[in-house]
């Protein structure tokens, strides 16, 4: 867990995503040669702060943002959110501007959001939930989980990844923006047709803590039923825990693969958590091993 | 009109089109020795459950969406709506999962959808309103009229049809996602400038039952004001009854030709209903026999 | 500033942008060769009402959009809003139909928009603010500096241009359409990473007249941090005028971008103004002056 823990550290909100880029690719430029196939990876400012690799000959695209939301400074002491935190008074922010680190408290005051730090914050500074770590009993608990969870597993199906694209993408809490220039790149140098999304969905009272990994049957935008029923046979084929999820609301990067000029099928499927966008988002351990299993089965069957 | 009874009939929920799609490609692989100029056809996975159909050299694209909208099962017979039908309580709902056909009544309570099926029904199953087709008088009236006229029209147009795409596309009322790759592959095969949409609009107090095809000038959406200008002139010139639409919400294919990577102008043009997404559309004879015949003549004289 | 003048008095409701076109067409093709550098122009019906200029070799394009918001007759003396016109009852419009030209009043009544024309206006035709420049001291006010401003600005950056392509765009007053066509052109031909917004913004608390060009840190969407922080490191050696801006919502033509299939950084930089979508639309002279130096400078330097 030693990686998850070092990736919950890395600061990466929405349009800040650099050092959480260059975190993943001193690990994967370290790791890739213990891999079972030693992938093609493409990054740089081409990519802006996305990652790609390609093993083998790809059939099937897992995507994983590397974003978080969090805070902007505004003026007068003001914040504005960046995708869409819970709002806790008094939560701790961390950040850094041009003065120095900086460490405050988010104030609340009539529906405006604002920071207590003793001097003024630059304009335009990013601030983060100050992580806090914490293993209970089966569970983890910290900020971030969503989707610092989704990038761990995407790395673990590396280890043993055959054939497909493994994509780290950016800018997704706040609507994206990346994945339309990464499916551009992959489709025109070894095109695939079907997609999942790792990423981290809701605890609600049809999805439970600790009962599997959650294959979402719909959020506010809709899979191809005949792809779905393909995933969910070879699911039930596996013996790897699962839940199907039916949600009204909510998006993820399979919104702009749905809206993409390539016809190619997805699937979101990641771990439910409680307490999502706060400091304290909890999963529960055997969800996220059945996250990372599901993942490297259907890529692998698909 | 067994051709438009048989389209009725069909199942097609946004997602779940498969069924729609292969009534359609018996249709065509049937009638099309028939019709004026032999069509090239594509469809198949490559297309998801799409159909192209291609007539001589074209200049203009004909879409029409062969989804409908409905509603999906969720937990603890809680459903969810896909694209936005009219909630009535107590409207028959048909489907089907792995345990069988299913026919329940639609439940409301406290802003939350039900069905009373004394059994769980599988999550993520698509239902449909039950069909009650009804000719009186001089007007149709069933579910699902949006946009089984469309695909209707389309159909009568491939008749006598020399130049130009008919598109079958899919998730329409779920906010699209088919048209950019259908867009693509028709650029790259033999591009266009000019798209018609084929679908439904609503009887408002500007536009009225029988008095003729509506061509739209506006929904949320804005066609350029120079194509819509060569489109009511030729409509002038063609006696075919015909009214003008101005609203100021609404949507369909025509949204994802405004927001391609081409330069192609696109207006919406079609009959007006009463009771929009209920199981008791109401179109006039009248108008689906000119939307027809506008369809023809403008595709041939733009 | 006669052509700032000339500029507008020009008609340009999104949708029938033809005239601003023309006009831009006239004047480009007169001074283009005064200009430092002879440009490429690409016109016509292939770029809808579009104007792409093409100087050298390009590293960044500078986008103006060339609509303006206005209203469309709808039904029984109704008005729809086209983007979001402020609604001050009795502010004067004016247009043409087929059967000659129209002034008249926007009238209110319970939510609806209507106008007191004596006679019926065709259906869809577009009315605009009646023009009223003023020159008060050290500001402009008028109908439509946003973004008849933002073309002349980029007009003004041509005369010394060397590298970079000048883009005018239309419908971005209804969400958009022309930029993904018009960046699929300039990418087959001349690729660039960067993009400037030319556009004006808000006086808020934090953006106040006279104080320079607004660099716009975000607003609904958020732009990369490594690329604004070279453009506010490039500005600050600059010794031109500037403020940062950090806003919640609004949009621009760089949605368009972030959202295309091609990995482009951009930036919106431009002139606040004070009653914003209204006939009295107030920008500070230095801050126009601020905002072409900016222009010129930036796509000199990026």
């Known amino acids: 867990m030693k990686l998850l823990f070092d990736l919950l550290q890395q600061f990466g909100v929405s349009g800040q ?55 902007m400074s505004r003026y007068e002491n003001q914040l504005v959110a960046i995708g869409g935190p819970e709002i806790i008074p008094n939560t701790e922010l961390v950040g850094r501007d041009g003065l120095g680190d900086i460490i405050c408290k988010l104030k609340v005051h009539e529906d405006s959001l604002f920071h207590d730090f003793p001097r003024k914050i630059e304009r335009g500074t990013r601030l983060a939930f100050n992580q806090n770590i914490r293993m209970t009993g089966d569970f983890i608990q910290a900020a971030y989980l969503d989707n610092r ?110 809206f993409s000029p390539y016809a190619i099928d997805w699937c979101f499927i990641g771990a439910p958590e409680e307490h999502v966008h706060s400091p304290n988002e909890k999963v529960a351990l055997v969800d996220l091993e059945a996250m990372i299993q599901m993942h490297s089965f259907l890529i692998k069957n698909l």
Chains 1, 2, 3 share one sequence.
Not at 22 to 47: A, C, H
């Open 17 to 71: 995503e650099y050092q959480t880029s260059e975190f993943l690719m001193q690990y994967i430029s370290k790791r890739k040669y213990e891999w079972n196939v030693l992938p093609d990876v493409f990054s740089g400012e081409t990519f802006h702060d996305c990652i790609i690799l390609k093993f083998g000959n790809p059939r099937t695209a897992l995507f994983a943002h590397i974003d978080t939301i969090g805070f």
């Open 149 to 258: 969870l989704g990038i761990y597993s995407a790395l673990k199906v590396c280890e043993e990844l055959e054939d497909g694209w493994v994509i780290f993408s950016t800018y997704e809490e706040t609507g994206g923006g990346s994945v339309p220039f990464l499916l551009k790149f992959i489709q025109e140098n070894s095109p695939i047709t079907q997609a999942l999304i790792s990423d981290i969905t809701w605890v609600t009272e049809g999805v439970r803590p600790g009962e599997g990994v959650v294959i979402s049957i719909r959020d506010k935008f809709i899979p191809r039923k005949r792809f779905l029923d393909r995933i969910i046979k070879l699911a039930e084929s596996s013996a790897i825990p699962f839940q199907l999820e039916v949600e009204e609301y909510g998006g993820s990067d399979g919104r702009e693969v749905q």
